[in-house]
């Protein structure tokens, strides 16, 4: 079975460090792009990162750029999500998601989605 | 930024058909994809590159793509189908993904 199990959030004071991991199974992670995609309590989906397969691009959205880190380790079928001068409006479910395609500009879709780790700053 | 709009909500009676929008500049140069999910859930890919459907999704589900919008039809409409749905696009000019802000479909 394909899935995605997200680990690392919690409650964390703004200005502090959290590290999110997603580990995979049931699949070739190798072979796809990654993307992590938050929402906040009540609100629509925000992407946040995205690296392909083999982390030869990696692009962040705005709110985040410059302060979060996107990386990968193929060989541990993992994908992370360093944050770094967390901010109130970090707070939100993480997901850590597949991409159907290998590379980000070939994006295909985002067809395998895990349950998330929730990130509050306070 | 890119941007893609959606109406906030819609509303359709059990049996008939849901018609949801997403507009944004020049959609029609791009594949549209589209996510349903329920409260509590994460999201579920229905429909990708505009009108394929993957592997589990009802044929009820559809999209389409005219002109400065994308569709997403559900025929056929059951209250299990009651969920937002979003769209989403690669915007190659930024290299992100961009998320419609979803619509709440109500099923009366």
């Known amino acids: 079975e394909v899935q995605l199990a997200e680990s690392g959030g919690g409650l964390v004071q703004p200005g502090r460090s959290l590290r999110l991991s997603c580990a995979a199974s049931g699949f070739t992670f190798s072979d796809y792009a990654m993307h992590w995609v938050r929402q906040a309590p009540g609100k629509g989906l925000e992407w946040v990162s995205g690296i392909s397969w083999n982390s030869g691009g990696i692009e962040y959205g705005d709110s985040v750029k410059g302060r979060f880190t996107l990386f990968r380790d193929n060989a541990k079928k993992s994908l992370y999500l360093q944050m770094n001068s967390l901010r109130p409006d970090d707070t939100a479910l993480y997901y850590c998601?597949?991409?159907?395609?290998?590379?980000?500009?070939?994006?295909?879709?985002?067809?395998?989605w895990g349950q998330g780790t929730t990130v509050t700053v306070s | 930024s890119y941007v893609l709009t959606q109406p906030p909500s819609v509303s359709v009676a059990p049996g008939k058909t849901a018609r949801i929008s997403c507009g944004g500049d020049n959609i029609g140069n791009k594949r549209v994809h589209w996510y349903q999910q329920k409260p509590g859930q994460a999201p579920v890919l229905v429909v990708y590159?505009?009108?394929d459907r993957p592997s589990g999704i009802p044929e009820r589900f559809s999209g389409s793509h005219s002109g400065d919008a994308a569709t997403l039809t559900v025929s056929m409409v059951e209250a299990g189908d009651e969920a937002d749905y979003y769209c989403?696009?690669?915007?190659?000019?930024?290299?992100?993904?961009?998320f419609g802000g979803g619509t709440k479909l109500t099923v009366l």
């Open positions: 998601v597949k991409d159907r395609g290998a590379a980000l500009g070939r994006h295909k879709g985002l067809d395998v």
């Open positions: 590159d505009d009108t």
């Open positions: 989403q696009v690669w915007d190659s000019s930024s290299d992100h993904v961009v």
